[in-house]
């Protein structure tokens, strides 16, 4: 066979230790990036792309009042607790003014249940991180003055949803990571294999994370991301990762049962380079189309995948896998017999 894909293929097969080292350490260079991005949530101004007229009035509201005049953060307290829970709240971390809550014809204090409302505006907008980063603290202080006490509000509501996020990452990905590899396994018949196919594909998506950092900070300026930013792309880049290394490592497998596994990996390159790429590219333009839309968290899940596609496809499994298999050799199948049947071609 000829062609660039054969070509790429038998010149991985000459130096793949040199190809493996090179393309690993470019990865993983970018992947040290990924601790610079910024993805503990976007308040509402820093949503657009652009300076639409909602964003400019709402600049200039907290520019002349305090952030949280418009939207205060609301405690729910017992009536004969009103008292006691101002005084410990006051000095709270970012509280300008706290009142109660009370009929706006009468100025009768509203009360249902026993239960009354106190108002505490924040000196920063309600819907950003650093107005969220002050609940903590707030619910610390309320508490101590009335254990029944109850903080709410936009403030309170982007706080709780950035902490189940976070915890949400702790507990999917490694479950989604668990699946895929006893997948892999099953598949392949080989636990060596299906680690390290995991491992590249989880080298691309630091990686991406580690450009998106790079290009969001330092050339598209934006503010942040959304905090679930980083689990979508994991989702999205993982499982279109795996899937075209299933298709490579498929063909391959079939491929050393022939030939043997050096040689499997020069073919399964040549004869499946061409589609897979192909369908790499066309994704990647599809999820690109998504940055043309003027919401950051949507342009920047559209460049995370297009992007973290385009790598995976024309990197990791065109230059990474092929160079780690042919450097493995036929021990890429332990513990499958396959390890011990390599056939010369």
Known sequence: MSGPWSKLANGIGRNPRKAWVVTGSVLLLFAFASTTLKADGIGTVDTFTGNPESVVGQKLLVTHFPGGEGDPTQIVVAVDKIDAVTAAVKSGPGVTEILPLVDPMTKVLKVVNNKAILNLTLDKAPDSVEAGNDIPKIRELAHAADASSLVGGTSAVYFDVR??????????????????????????????????????????????????????????????????????????????????NIFLMTRVREESEKIGTRAGIIKGVTVTGAVITSAGVV???????????????????????????????????????????????????????????????
């Not at 990686?207 to 689990?231: E, K, Q, R």
């Not at 596609?309 to 065109?318: G, P, Y």
Request: a neutral charge; hydrophobic letters at 60%; aromatic letters at 10%.
């Open 163 to 244: 902490t189940a996020n976070n915890q949400d990452n702790k507990t999917i990905i490694p479950i989604i990571l668990l699946v895929i590899t006893i997948i892999l396994g099953l598949l392949l018949r080989s636990i060596l294999s299906a680690i390290v196919l995991l491992g590249t594909v989880l080298l691309s998506y630091f990686a991406t994370l580690g450009v998106c950092a790079l290009v969001f900070n330092h050339i598209f300026g934006f503010a942040g991301g959304d905090n679930s930013f980083p689990l979508f792309a994991f989702i999205f880049l993982v499982a279109l990762g795996i899937d075209y």
């Open 283 to 345: 994704l990647a333009a599809t999820f690109a189309v998504l940055g043309l839309l003027p919401l950051v968290p949507l342009a920047e899940l559209g460049f995370a995948v297009a992007f973290g596609v385009l790598l995976d496809t024309i990197i990791v499994r065109s230059i990474l896998v092929p160079a780690l298999v042919h450097e493995i050799g036929p021990k890429i199948w332990w513990p499958s017999k396959l390890q011990r049947e390599d056939i010369k071609s």
